[in-house]
């Protein structure tokens, strides 16, 4: 395997898969939602640690009546018992559950649902079984957010894992290579990816995997193969949804287009794939997979530039080194090829 930067960039060191300012953020916003949810279920739960403060606070409120403070003391003392978290009345749990998922917090509703089967969870504190319930939101909406990703990239092996791909030698791939560059910088940086091998060899299931990995971070995809895109294109432009689609492969942070080079097109396609391509230059990842040699594509480019005489040069640049400089060459070998 070749793995290169055309402006020879060295491949970055990994990121963090979440970025941790967005992270505090996005628990802040949802502990701030949680805790005015609970205010209203719970309005007697939220107690302090001392064990004598509860006692205190009952004497001190003169507004209740003796009976009303001995009375809630006495449903502190049975929640205990019952391993329910203190200040619970008859009812409450099921609001809670019920006002939980009206707020659209539904991992967070099944994990307190959880909680309150569990028989031990009173020996934890209210602040640590908030945390808890706050770190199953957070990773249930990400859970989410990956299942409609990948639900929206329509990629041709969804089920591919980077983490599976086969490097034995005689496939030409290096292990720490591929890693290095799934973990790099490539979509954020609007690298391109350009795989080229004989067929069989397992090219559109790298990019896949690339795909796929990307969309595990929190990035959109979209698959196309080449040869199907005139079919896609005369559909839009019928039912007028092309300037649409187009806005929306802008603003896709990776597009895999598969089989790149095989089959000829014919004059729109041609136009609407350079302006694909040019919207999407150095902006965004695009990963593309070829049975065709790199050092081929501007001939293949200029065959399909010829009905432009005027404008050839122009899409010939499309893909020119100055848009390819921040690109990485993988070339996979064929096992019978020596």
Not at 75 to 97: F, K
Not at 156 to 166: G, N, R, V, W
Request: proline content about 3%.
């Amino acid at each position: 395997m070749i793995l290169s930067s055309m402006a020879s960039a060295t491949v970055a060191s990994p990121i963090r898969r979440v970025d941790a300012l967005q992270q505090a953020h996005h628990v802040a916003k949802v502990v701030g939602v949680v805790l005015q949810g609970l205010r209203h279920a719970f309005p007697n739960c939220l107690e302090t640690r001392a064990g004598n403060h509860r006692r205190h606070s009952c004497r001190a409120q003169s507004t209740f009546a003796p009976s009303t403070c001995q009375q809630r003391c006495q449903v502190h003392a049975h929640s205990r018992h019952l391993g329910q978290p203190a200040g619970l009345a008859a009812g409450q749990p099921d609001r809670a559950l019920e006002q939980l998922r009206q707020l659209k917090l539904l991992s967070m509703a099944q994990a307190l649902e959880l909680q309150m089967q569990q028989s031990g969870i009173a020996a934890m504190s209210f602040e640590e079984r908030l945390a808890l319930l706050v770190d199953r939101e957070v990773h249930g909406r990400q859970d989410r957010r990956c299942a409609k990703l990948l639900k929206s990239a329509k990629l041709k092996y969804p089920q591919a894992l980077i983490e599976d791909l086969d490097c034995r030698a005689s496939r030409g791939l290096e292990r720490v290579a591929v890693m290095s560059l799934t973990l790099g910088p490539w979509v954020r940086s609007g690298h391109a990816v350009l795989i080229t091998g004989p067929t069989g060899v397992g090219k559109s299931w790298l990019a896949c995997a690339l795909a796929q990995h990307a969309c595990r971070q929190g990035h959109s995809a979209y698959y196309q193969r080449v040869p199907r895109l005139a079919e896609e294109l005369r559909i839009r432009h019928a039912n007028g949804t092309f300037t649409r689609w187009l806005d929306a492969l802008k603003n896709t942070d990776v597009l895999l287009l598969d089989d790149w080079g095989m089959a000829g097109m014919d004059g729109q396609t041609r136009t609407d794939l350079m302006e694909i391509i040019d919207d999407r230059a150095t902006r965004r990842a695009t990963i593309i997979t070829s049975q065709l040699p790199i050092e081929h594509w501007h001939e293949w480019i200029a065959t399909l530039a010829r009905f432009i005489v005027d404008a050839s040069n122009q899409m010939l640049a499309t893909l020119a080194p100055a848009h390819l400089q921040k690109c990485y060459v993988i070339r996979i070998k064929s096992e019978r090829s020596k």
